[in-house]
């Protein structure tokens, strides 16, 4: 009963936070999704220099700690190159850099596991390279891997907790928060937990209804 | 229509290719055999660059295809291909699979690209399976619907890489007879197949292939009949 009185009298402080996270866990989704393509076409690029930046980019990002990598954003470009970003620029960048390197991977894995066939037929229909990936070859990579697309999306919404340390003010933050006026060190954070939980339990029972209509409509 | 000057190709050490001359005329169905590894499909798809050759020259419609600042896309618009393990889009419906390319390739509108996948699925005995998936499909009529796929850019040329040998023996017939009518209406075709009986129907002209050569070419009653090298001959006694 108390976790629930808890949350009622502080739902302002929950609710906000929640809302925080969500927008960054959103933001780091989508960018790192973009950017994962990106990555991913760039590893498997013809041009050594470009397969060479993203393997780099890829090893490098996966790596370091994300924490380490949040600190060197949000205050070590700002001492060096007074390069000052707010709290939730630093947040959003470092959520999609890291995410972006393991969905790049993913990437990588769905579009190399797509048949070579499959290209072939493209390309003998007079299509060219960038046509035939957007079309024919992205497609059937990214439906082939969803699930592992739905892991990293769950790992970026409990990974943004660590925006925090930076003082952004996401659900951590907020019930840290609580935890210094309540002088209760449990309730905040089980309520936090739970919180996390319905986000990510809710976000893989939507990914689980998505990946099935897929699968029914081309079943082999 | 299309002529290949001493062409060569290697897969590192090996040479799969060893200077292949050849000339195919406009309306002539030709047909390639040999046992297998002989470079028969190598061969066939080196001419729409699919394999990109070693050496020698390839000219499509008077186009050298084989020059490097070439845009070989020009040209695979008008060279069909048909594959031995059909290859459709599994993600597109049989429509989005015939009319993706003349959308994207050729910017017909979809109207256009519809009227004409309607009637080729006709062609093909399919209509009825316009909105199917390829998975809903048996392997005979995925053939067909990759058949009728590659006919919508409207090729003056069609490769077939062993399209009937993924199939079950039922199946066979209803392929052969859509590649029959093709043939029939005119279209220049290159068909590389393991069906003797088919190759002696409606092949022009046979070519006989072993290790990455010619070894012997010519009419269906000429190369079946009476075939001059003993390699031929050799095959035909344990194919026919």
Known sequence: ?220 | MINVRNLNKSFGQLQILKGIDLDIVKGEVVVLIGPSGSGKSTFLRCLNLLEVPTSGEIRFEDQLITDKKYDINKSREKMGMVFQHFNLFPHKSVMENIILAPIKVKKMDKSTAEKIALDLLKTVGLEDKKDAYPSQLSGGQKQRIAIARALAMEPHVMLFDEPTSALDPEMVGEVLDVMKKLAEKGMTMVIVTHEMGFAKEVGDRILFMDGGKIIEQGSPEQLFGNPQQARTRDFLSKVL
């Open chain 1, 1 to 220: 009963m108390k976790l629930f009185e808890m949350f009622w009298e502080y739902r302002s402080y929950f609710l906000s936070g929640l809302q925080y996270t969500l927008l960054l866990a959103a933001i780091g989704v989508l960018g790192g999704f973009i950017v994962g393509i990106f990555i991913a076409l760039l590893r498997m690029s013809r041009w050594r220099i470009l397969k060479f930046i993203g393997t780099a980019w890829v090893e490098i990002l996966r790596g370091t700690p994300m924490l380490v990598q949040l600190l060197i954003i949000h205050y070590g470009f700002a001492t060096q190159f007074h390069l000052e970003f707010s709290v939730l620029e630093s947040g959003a960048i470092t959520l999609i850099l890291n995410s972006s390197a393991y969905l790049a991977e993913i990437f990588r894995a769905g579009i190399q596991g797509v048949d070579r066939g499959q290209t072939e037929a493209a390309r003998s229909l007079g299509m060219g390279s960038g046509m035939t990936m957007r079309y024919i070859v992205l497609p059937q990579a990214l439906k082939n891997v969803l699930p592992a697309i739905g892991n990293e999306f769950i790992t970026i919404i409990k990974e943004s907790s660590i925006v925090y340390v930076i003082g952004a003010a996401e659900i951590i933050y907020q019930t840290y928060t609580i935890t210094t006026i309540t002088y209760d060190a449990m309730t905040p954070y089980l309520i936090a937990a739970i919180m996390y939980f319905i986000l990510t339990f809710m976000l893989s029972k939507i990914l689980g209804v998505f990946e099935r209509k897929l699968m029914n409509r081309d079943k082999r």
